[in-house]
Every structure is written in structure tokens, then in C-alpha cells.
């Protein structure tokens, strides 16, 4: 999830989700301090008001005078306003309407409080839920339904609560310190308030897509029967049923699940059984064997099922998560609820590195400690030099083919001599929290194995004798299948990110950001308008001269006497010289152009950025 971020250690975890959380409760604080500071100023403006009024009475005698103002010291108005029997109605009825503002500082300082109660209630359910997520499988299962169900309802009360109490204060803030208002602020809050209320309920009822797609192809039993009586025996040896389906990729892992799996056109359910066959041409077969028997095991231990139920509720309260944070005034109720996600994922990593260890003993039984070492390094050694060819490849200019798969064949064993294989294999010494998957070391020891650098590096260099891929009809049609979409997708998102890096300097680098990014020009209503764009700069004919997009410091939209402009401020000539505006209400098509000012102005900045990177780097 883009809302989460890994940390191993308790200073980390608090520093990064726990006090993030703790804004919570900073709204309902403030509104409960401002609630008891209205009232104490609404106090001291009528005792002002009634003392004036007793000095000024030429007709009170003196004694009468300091019983009267004595009465009035000790009892505060608010406290006429709040009580309901005879004793203060005479003071009460006094008052007349301006006990209806200290009902109001009331009634809001008890929202707050309630806000308060709420927020501290949902964190001891909270606490108690993440808690009971590490005792086992099933309280962790039983945790988040709980969690999840509780907390979705208290942050849609929250939203209504802390909604409510931004509007009120944007109110009366400037009423009691200023002795005015703002139409504009109390609309703006309660516009925000009441969109962000209306998100979060659709987001409590709707639904999320749950498409798990796969770049791969089926393998029926007619392609690979081998395979699949192979994988039903050792199914068989393990006591859990096979899988229905067999998919072939090119991706650097092998899976199984029991979730929906869509393929194309074609959507599996089922249990799901993912091989790659990049690994299986590196694997010998009783290596691949050991990941085969290694998956098995997480049918076997329900590790698969346990996520096929978690799932659904796991996107549900990633799209609510998405909602709070998008919600502007939800977002203090993001960031607790982040905090609750991230001590769920804690437990959730410790429950799958564990079922990774048990899966790693179970195949080891099957097969083989020595096979299970072997199939770990080959696999993670594959994995990092395939991500370290395409990263290259990502960052480095343009190219006139991609070839991944002949980069990686050919120059894997140089690699595997290198000694950042060993690194690479190694250099993860504690694991993030959030990563269900042990270091190398840890499952090496799990299944009694210890493999030296120059095991290493044997193993990577040895040659593969039998390979699972020759059990596969056409495997190699197949596999150059997948790679060819693959490599096509992967030169178009280069291409791509090139025209996102040029400045450009060179005419061959303005011809390749113009093909992403062309002169555009916007007509006008009128004759004689138009606003024309680029990759440079921005023009319209109302200028005196264009503004460069380097020029720009910040764009916003505003509306004005019924008319909506694009206001540019510029990084000179100050808060009014430096200012050009677009009347969108002009143009015929105003939504086109700002889209493509913003597309060309976050092109222009993702440029700027990677420039001064590139110089940092150099």
C-alpha cells in the first residue's frame, strides 16, 4: 500500500504511525479548549456589561450597589444560561438571546468531549485487536473483522463529529476574537465537511474490485502432462488436493492462490498454481521440485485460504484508507487509522514469515535441504539481477531494443562471479516488518543448510541438466510470448520517461518530448482568443509576452465574478507584477486546457527534479 511505510523498530513504528495518529484527537481538543474559552469570554462580557450598567444607576444605594455586584461576580452568566430551576430565571430571562451563543459553546464543548471519548474508545479497540492479531491465525482473522467493522463506523462518527466542529469553529473563531465572520471560510469548511462525510459512507459501502490479474497463460494438462501428474503426486504425498489450474509466466516467483485469478479474458478460480518459466530453465528438477512441494505447503497449512478470506477486507479498507486521506478534513481519521493498518500489518508479516519457515521444512521433507538452499539462491540471485538489468535499463537514455531476457542470459554469470550477487543475496540483514518473506539466513537455517560464497557462486555457475521447461509443450514459443509483450510494455514506459527527463538539450530530445507532449493551442469563445501551450511555456494573446513554465511558482484556480480563471503566481516581479491569469470561462474548452497545463507543468518540474538529481549523482 502507498500509505504504508515499513519500519523495524518500536522508535520508528511510534515516530511514523503512532504520532501521526495522535492528530485525532487535536480537533476535539481545540474545540473543547475553545468551547470553555468562549464561554469564560461570554462570562466576562456580560459581567462587564451589568457592571457598567450598576455603576451608571444613580439610583441604587451603595449597600445595594455591592450586593448586586457581588451576586453577579460569583454567579457567571453561562451558569444562568445552563440551569434549569427557578432560583437564577430572573437572571436567565435577563439574558434574553445571548444565552442561545452560550448554549451553542456548550453543546459544541460536549461535541468535542464526546469526539474525544469516541477516539480514545476506538483505540483500546483498536490496541485490543492488533493485539489479539499475534496470538494465532484465527484471533487475527477475528481481530480485523472486529477492528475493521468497529473503526469504519467510529471514523464515519468522527467525520460527522470533527466535520461539525470545523464548521461551527470557522464560525465563531473569528466572532469572538475578531467580532466578525467570514461567509466565504464557514462555506468553504462546511463544503469540505460535508463532501468528506458523504466519501466516507459511500467508502463504508462500496465495494472495491478485487481483479488479481496475471501476465501469464494456462497451462492445461494437455500442454504439460507431465507437470501436472507430477504436481498431483506430490500433492498426494502431502495430503492436500492439487491445483485446478497451472499458469505459466515469466514473472520472478512462484505462487499459489485460492483467490479469483483473472488471465486475459479468462477468470480462474480455484486454487491457482503460478510458475515462471525464466526459473524452471535455471532450476534443476529436484530444485524446482522443492518450490513446488514449498507452494504445496501454504495450501497445506491454509495460508492461501487464510488469504482468500482476508483479502476482500484488506482492499475494502485500503479504498476507506483512500477516501480519509483524499477527505482533507478526514485526514487526522486517516492517519489513526494508518497507525491500526500498521500494526495489523506487523502481525500479519510475523504470521507469513513463519508460514514461509513452515512451508521451507515441509519441502525440505519432501525433497531436500540441500535442494531447498539451492532453489532460494538461484531464485533470489535471478530476481536481483534481472531488477538490476532493468533498472539500468529504466534509468539509461534511449535504446534502440530492450531485450531483457538476452541481457539477463547473457550476463547472469558474470554476476553470479561478482561479489554483488552476495550482497544482494545477503545485504538484507533484518527484515522489514511488512515483508513476509524470512532473510536468506534465516530460512538456510530453518531447513539445516549453510552455503558458503563459493557455494554460492557454484551453485549460480553450474549448469542446469534437466529442466521442468522441457516437460512443457513449446515452452520456448510460450516463453518468447511472454517476454516479447513484456519488453513491449516495458521500451513504451521508457519512452515514455524519457520525454519526462529531457530538458531537452538536443533537436532528437525536443522530437522526442514533442511526441509526448505536442504544442497544443485552446481557441476562445470570441475571436481573436486563443492560449496556446508546450512543453517551454504558455502564451495567450491577452500577454504581453509568454510565461515560461520555469517561471511558474505555484498555479491555482479561482473563481471570480461568476467567471473561473487559472491564476499563475511567477517567482518574480511580486504578489501583483508576478501574476498572470487565464479566464477559463473564455475558452471553449477550459477543462482541456487546464488538464493539459497541469500534464505539461508536472512534466516540466518531474524534468527539473531529475536534473538536479543527475547533478547531485554526478
Same mark, same amino acid.
Not at 344 to 356: D, H, Y
Not at 508 to 515: G, I, T, W
Given at each position: 500500500? $502507498?500509505?504504508?511505510?515499513?519500519?523495524?523498530?518500536?522508535?520508528?513504528?511510534?515516530?511514523?504511525?503512532?504520532?501521526?495518529?495522535?492528530?485525532?484527537?487535536?480537533?476535539?481538543?481545540?474545540?473543547?479548549?475553545?468551547?470553555?474559552?468562549?464561554?469564560?469570554?461570554?462570562?466576562?462580557?456580560?459581567?462587564?456589561?451589568?457592571?457598567?450598567?450598576?455603576?451608571?444607576?444613580?439610583?441604587?444605594?451603595?449597600?445595594?450597589?455591592?450586593?448586586?455586584?457581588?451576586?453577579?461576580?460569583?454567579?457567571?452568566?453561562?451558569?444562568?444560561?445552563?440551569?434549569?430551576?427557578?432560583?437564577?430565571?430572573?437572571?436567565?430571562?435577563?439574558?434574553?438571546?445571548?444565552?442561545?451563543?452560550?448554549?451553542?459553546?456548550?453543546?459544541?464543548?460536549?461535541?468535542?468531549?464526546?469526539?474525544?471519548?469516541?477516539?480514545?474508545?476506538?483505540?483500546?479497540?483498536?490496541?485490543?485487536?492488533?493485539?489479539?492479531?499475534?496470538?494465532?491465525?484465527?484471533?487475527?482473522?477475528?481481530?480485523?473483522?472486529?477492528?475493521?467493522?468497529?473503526?469504519?463506523?467510529?471514523?464515519?462518527?468522527?467525520?460527522?463529529?470533527?466535520?461539525?466542529?470545523?464548521?461551527?469553529?470557522?464560525?465563531?473563531?473569528?466572532?469572538?476574537?475578531?467580532?466578525?465572520?467570514?461567509?466565504?471560510?464557514?462555506?468553504?469548511?462546511?463544503?469540505?465537511?460535508?463532501?468528506?462525510?458523504?466519501?466516507?459512507?459511500?467508502?463504508?459501502?462500496?465495494?472495491?474490485?478485487?481483479? !488479481?490479474?496475471?501476465?501469464?497463460?494456462?497451462?492445461?494438462?494437455?500442454?504439460?502432462?507431465?507437470?501436472?501428474?507430477?504436481?498431483?503426486?506430490?500433492?498426494?504425498?502431502?495430503?492436500?488436493?492439487?491445483?485446478?489450474?497451472?499458469?505459466?509466466?515469466?514473472?520472478?516467483?512462484?505462487?499459489?492462490?485460492?483467490?479469483?485469478?483473472?488471465?486475459?479474458?479468462?477468470?480462474?478460480?480455484?486454487?491457482?498454481?503460478?510458475?515462471?518459466?525464466?526459473?524452471?530453465?535455471?532450476?534443476?528438477?529436484?530444485?524446482?521440485?522443492?518450490?513446488?512441494?514449498?507452494?504445496?505447503?501454504?495450501?497445506?497449512?491454509?495460508?492461501?485460504?487464510?488469504?482468500?478470506?482476508?483479502?476482500?477486507?484488506?482492499?475494502?479498507?485500503?479504498?476507506?484508507?483512500?477516501?480519509?486521506?483524499?477527505?482533507?478534513?478526514?485526514? $487526522?481519521?486517516?492517519?489513526?487509522?494508518?497507525? +491500526?493498518?500498521?500494526?495489523?500489518?506487523?502481525?500479519?508479516?510475523?504470521?507469513?514469515?513463519?508460514?514461509?519457515?513452515?512451508?521451507?521444512?515441509?519441502?525440505?521433507?519432501?525433497?531436500?535441504?540441500?535442494?531447498?538452499?539451492?532453489?532460494?539462491?538461484?531464485?533470489?540471485? +535471478?530476481?536481483?539481477?534481472?531488477?538490476?538489468?532493468?533498472?539500468?535499463?529504466?534509468?539509461?537514455?534511449?535504446?534502440?531494443?530492450?531485450?531483457?531476457?538476452?541481457?539477463?542470459?547473457?550476463?547472469?554469470?558474470?554476476?553470479?562471479?561478482?561479489?554483488?550477487?552476495?550482497?544482494?543475496?545477503?545485504?538484507?540483514?533484518?527484515?522489514?516488518?511488512?515483508?513476509?518473506?524470512?532473510?536468506?539466513?534465516?530460512?538456510?537455517?530453518?531447513?539445516?543448510?549453510?552455503?558458503?560464497?563459493?557455494?554460492?557462486?557454484?551453485?549460480?555457475?553450474?549448469?542446469?541438466?534437466?529442466?521442468?521447461?522441457?516437460?512443457?509443450?513449446?515452452?520456448?514459443?510460450?516463453?518468447?510470448?511472454?517476454?516479447?509483450? +513484456?519488453?513491449?510494455?516495458?521500451?513504451?514506459?521508457?519512452?515514455?520517461?524519457?520525454?519526462?527527463?529531457?530538458?531537452?538539450?538536443?533537436?532528437?530530445?525536443?522530437?522526442?518530448?514533442?511526441?509526448? !507532449?505536442?504544442?497544443?493551442?485552446?481557441?476562445?469563445?470570441?475571436?481573436?482568443?486563443?492560449?496556446?501551450?508546450?512543453?517551454?511555456?504558455?502564451?495567450?494573446?491577452?500577454?504581453?509576452?509568454?510565461?515560461?513554465?520555469?517561471?511558474?511558482?505555484?498555479?491555482?484556480?479561482?473563481?471570480?465574478?461568476?467567471?473561473?480563471?487559472?491564476?499563475?503566481?511567477?517567482?518574480?516581479?511580486?504578489?501583483?507584477?508576478?501574476?498572470?491569469?487565464?479566464?477559463?470561462?473564455?475558452?471553449?474548452?477550459?477543462?482541456?486546457?487546464?488538464?493539459? !497545463?497541469?500534464?505539461?507543468?508536472?512534466?516540466?518540474?518531474?524534468?527539473?527534479?531529475?536534473?538536479?538529481?543527475?547533478?547531485?549523482?554526478?
Amino acid at each position: 500500500m $502507498p500509505f504504508m511505510h515499513p519500519t523495524s523498530t518500536l522508535p520508528g513504528f511510534l515516530r511514523v504511525y503512532a504520532l501521526p495518529a495522535l492528530w485525532l484527537f487535536a480537533l476535539p481538543l481545540f474545540g473543547l479548549w475553545f468551547s470553555g474559552h468562549a464561554i469564560d469570554r461570554f462570562d466576562r462580557d456580560v459581567l462587564a456589561t451589568i457592571e457598567r450598567q450598576i455603576s451608571q444607576d444613580t439610583e441604587l444605594e451603595e449597600e445595594r450597589r455591592k450586593e448586586t455586584l457581588a451576586f453577579f461576580s460569583a454567579v457567571p452568566a453561562s451558569a444562568a444560561c445552563f440551569a434549569e430551576g427557578e432560583e437564577l430565571a430572573g437572571f436567565r430571562e435577563s439574558l434574553g438571546e445571548a444565552c442561545s451563543d452560550a448554549r451553542q459553546f456548550q453543546w459544541m464543548g460536549r461535541l468535542a468531549l464526546a469526539s474525544l471519548v469516541l477516539g480514545i474508545v476506538s483505540a483500546v479497540i483498536a490496541l485490543l485487536c492488533a493485539l489479539a492479531a499475534f496470538v494465532s491465525r484465527p484471533f487475527q482473522y477475528g481481530g480485523f473483522v472486529v477492528g475493521w467493522n468497529v473503526l469504519r463506523v467510529t471514523g464515519a462518527l468522527q467525520a460527522l463529529a470533527q466535520g461539525g466542529l470545523a464548521v461551527w469553529l470557522s464560525y465563531w473563531m473569528t466572532a469572538v476574537w475578531f467580532e466578525r465572520y467570514v461567509p466565504k471560510l464557514i462555506l468553504m469548511v462546511g463544503i469540505l465537511a460535508g463532501l468528506a462525510l458523504f466519501h466516507v459512507v459511500v467508502a463504508i459501502f462500496r465495494r472495491p474490485a478485487m481483479d !488479481f490479474e496475471v501476465e501469464a497463460e494456462v497451462l492445461d494438462e494437455a500442454r504439460a502432462p507431465e507437470l501436472w501428474a507430477h504436481v498431483r503426486q506430490m500433492c498426494e504425498r502431502l495430503g492436500t488436493a492439487p491445483p485446478d489450474h497451472i499458469l505459466a509466466g515469466i514473472d520472478t516467483n512462484f505462487f499459489v492462490t485460492e483467490s479469483e485469478v483473472r488471465v486475459g479474458e479468462r477468470t480462474l478460480s480455484g486454487r491457482t498454481l503460478f510458475v515462471s518459466l525464466s526459473l524452471l530453465r535455471l532450476l534443476e528438477r529436484s530444485e524446482a521440485d522443492a518450490v513446488l512441494a514449498h507452494e504445496m505447503g501454504h495450501l497445506l497449512g491454509g495460508d492461501t485460504g487464510h488469504g482468500k478470506r482476508l483479502a476482500p477486507m484488506l482492499a475494502h479498507f485500503g479504498h476507506y484508507l483512500q477516501t480519509l486521506h483524499e477527505g482533507v478534513l478526514t485526514r $487526522p481519521i486517516f492517519h489513526f487509522m494508518v497507525a +491500526y493498518r500498521g500494526l495489523f500489518e506487523l502481525s500479519l508479516g510475523r504470521s507469513r514469515r513463519a508460514s514461509e519457515l513452515a512451508a521451507d521444512r515441509l519441502a525440505a521433507g519432501i525433497t531436500s535441504g540441500r535442494d531447498i538452499a539451492r532453489s532460494l539462491v538461484k531464485v533470489g540471485a +535471478y530476481a536481483s539481477f534481472r531488477d538490476r538489468v532493468e533498472s539500468d535499463l529504466f534509468a539509461g537514455g534511449e535504446q534502440q531494443t530492450v531485450a531483457i531476457a538476452q541481457r539477463v542470459a547473457l550476463g547472469f554469470a558474470d554476476y553470479a562471479s561478482s561479489e554483488a550477487v552476495h550482497g544482494d543475496l545477503h545485504g538484507s540483514v533484518t527484515p522489514h516488518p511488512f515483508d513476509s518473506h524470512p532473510p536468506l539466513s534465516a530460512r538456510l537455517e530453518n531447513v539445516g543448510e549453510v552455503l558458503t560464497s563459493a557455494d554460492v557462486s557454484r551453485v549460480l555457475l553450474e549448469p542446469t541438466t534437466s529442466s521442468w521447461t522441457s516437460a512443457i509443450l513449446e515452452a520456448d514459443l510460450l516463453e518468447a510470448r511472454l517476454w516479447g509483450a +513484456y519488453e513491449a510494455r516495458f521500451a513504451q514506459a521508457h519512452d515514455l520517461a524519457l520525454a519526462y527527463r529531457y530538458v531537452p538539450s538536443t533537436e532528437a530530445e525536443r522530437q522526442h518530448v514533442e511526441k509526448h !507532449f505536442p504544442p497544443l493551442t485552446f481557441a476562445g469563445k470570441e475571436a481573436g482568443l486563443e492560449v496556446q501551450l508546450d512543453f517551454a511555456q504558455v502564451n495567450c494573446t491577452e500577454w504581453e509576452q509568454p510565461v515560461r513554465l520555469d517561471q511558474v511558482k505555484s498555479a491555482s484556480t479561482e473563481e471570480r465574478l461568476f467567471k473561473k480563471y487559472l491564476d499563475l503566481q511567477l517567482k518574480e516581479g511580486g504578489l501583483f507584477k508576478g501574476k498572470r491569469s487565464i479566464c477559463l470561462s473564455k475558452l471553449r474548452d477550459a477543462d482541456g486546457m487546464l488538464q493539459a !497545463f497541469g500534464h505539461y507543468l508536472g512534466r516540466h518540474r518531474a524534468m527539473e527534479e531529475h536534473q538536479a538529481q543527475s547533478k547531485q549523482a554526478a
